[in-house]
């Protein structure tokens, strides 16, 4: 059975991401997280008859989704390895890429995937089969010191160290085998008045630990520069500060660490230059539609002429 995009996950900032990417109707682009299809679908209805969309989604329900049109192309990957694929299907360069980053609705609303504190589920937050470790083995089989730096890095915890002692307590006398277990254990340590917004930190923590996200940002980011085309754009959705403030740095300075390198005429030395007037954020109306949509930040940028 086919899940319908906007069941499987309502696509947010559809018409600017769109509009921002597609330059040419007869060009190549790639849905770097293709999900629910929203956005390629939109895509696809703005493209010409000799248009390409590649795109790529790791988690295996995604293709339920694929649409069946013979200028799209769905690679079963993670984006990490965009340009492996984009050589073997002999598509490059491409004119624009586009990146709605984080966890699906049809993720977070299966229970048995494990992503939402909603459900009693598995640990699990796995976002393809071919992801080694779940999230069951992150909390059970890091050490304390190595959980602690799991919480405070990747969900920016100020009970990070407390957190990961109580677990560490938690599963000396017992595995820790679903989420509400984990979150049983969080409400003890928890001092955020806030509390979803405390449990939503942590599940986002273990998850990005589980799937390699911020790595797999970056080698997407880096990959970018070397297969968009000289005018085409880089179209990236984010939902938390850590991948916002990646995206942010990298489209300003090339480099993840945001540090400005300039030639001997003081040209600033990067692959692209963020478009003004970024970022972009949803507005009052997709506000009120879509809740999910409310942390989002758009940025666009453009590749620079290649020397």
Not at 32 to 45: I, K, P
Not at 128 to 143: F, L
Not at 180 to 194: H, M, N, S, T, Y
Request: glycine share 8%; aromatic share 8%; charged share 30%.
């Amino acid at each position: 059975m086919v899940m319908q995009s906007d069941t499987y996950h309502v696509p947010v900032l559809l018409e600017e991401c769109v509009e921002a990417l597609i330059s040419d109707v007869n060009g190549v682009y790639v849905d770097a997280t293709f999900g629910g299809g929203g956005h390629s679908r939109e895509v696809l209805s703005k493209l010409g008859e000799s248009g390409r969309l590649i795109a790529f989604d790791q988690d295996e329900d995604a293709a339920q989704n694929a649409p069946e049109d013979p200028r799209f192309t769905l690679v079963k990957a993670n984006f990490r390895f965009l340009r492996n694929h984009l050589r073997f299907l002999k598509a490059e360069p491409i004119d624009g890429l586009l990146a709605d980053l984080g966890v699906s609705s049809h993720q977070i609303d299966t229970p048995q995937r494990g992503f939402s504190t909603r459900y009693d589920a598995p640990l699990d937050m796995r976002m393809g089969r071919e992801v080694k470790h779940s999230a069951r083995h992150v909390i059970n089989a890091y050490t304390a010191e190595a959980l602690g730096r799991v919480f405070k890095r990747y969900g920016e915890l100020r009970e990070w160290r407390a957190l990961a002692d109580a677990i560490e307590k938690a599963r000396a006398e017992k595995p820790i085998k679903t989420t509400g277990q984990l979150v049983a254990i969080a409400e003890k340590v928890c001092r955020d008045p806030k509390r979803n917004r405390f449990m939503a930190k942590l599940f986002q923590a273990v998850r990005i630990e589980v799937n390699g996200e911020m790595e797999a940002l970056e080698a997407l980011l880096a990959q970018s520069a070397e297969v968009i085309r000289p005018g085409g754009k880089l179209v990236v959705m984010s939902y938390h500060s850590l991948e916002d403030r990646l995206v942010k740095r990298f489209m300003r300075s090339g480099n993840f660490e945001g540090k400005v390198e300039k030639d001997f005429f003081g040209k600033m030395l990067r692959p692209f230059k963020p478009l003004p007037g970024m970022p972009i954020t949803p507005g009052e109306e997709e506000l009120k539609t879509n809740t999910r949509s409310r942390s989002v930040r758009l940025r666009v940028a453009i590749r620079n002429e290649q020397d």
